[in-house]
């Protein structure tokens, strides 16, 4: 089993409104597990969580995500302009035992 963490360091006043941008959007996916907003650490944080049985199924993801589906374009369309809410980001991949 694989674990992703996709970390944004947001904006100040954004953090928020990207967790829930980012749980509208994903909570309709098999592989989401949760979206994390910081209680300590760094300020602004937000943190998506996705699990997948092993790296070919996170690449897979990705190419299905490039697919021109009817889903696919509306997520788009809620997604867009997203960037403007944070600054930087990274992404954590962890195999669990």
């Keep these: 089993m694989i674990i992703i963490h ?3 360091i947001c904006k100040p006043g954004n953090a928020s409104k990207l967790a829930k941008l980012f ?3 994903m909570s309709g996916q098999k592989e989401f597990v949760n979206i994390m907003t910081d ?3 760094q300020y602004n944080k937000v943190v998506c969580v996705t699990q997948f049985e092993s790296l070919t199924a ?3 993801s990705w190419e299905k ?3 021109e589906t009817e ?3 509306k997520m788009a369309e809620k997604m867009k302009g997203y960037h403007e809410l944070y600054l930087t980001g990274s ?3 962890y195999k669990t035992w």
């Design 6 to 8: 996709d970390i944004f």
């Design 23 to 25: 749980k509208e959007v």
């Design 39 to 41: 209680m300590s650490g």
């Design 58 to 60: 996170f690449d897979q």
């Design 65 to 67: 995500m490039k697919e």
């Design 71 to 73: 889903e696919n374009k």
């Design 91 to 93: 992404r954590e991949i």
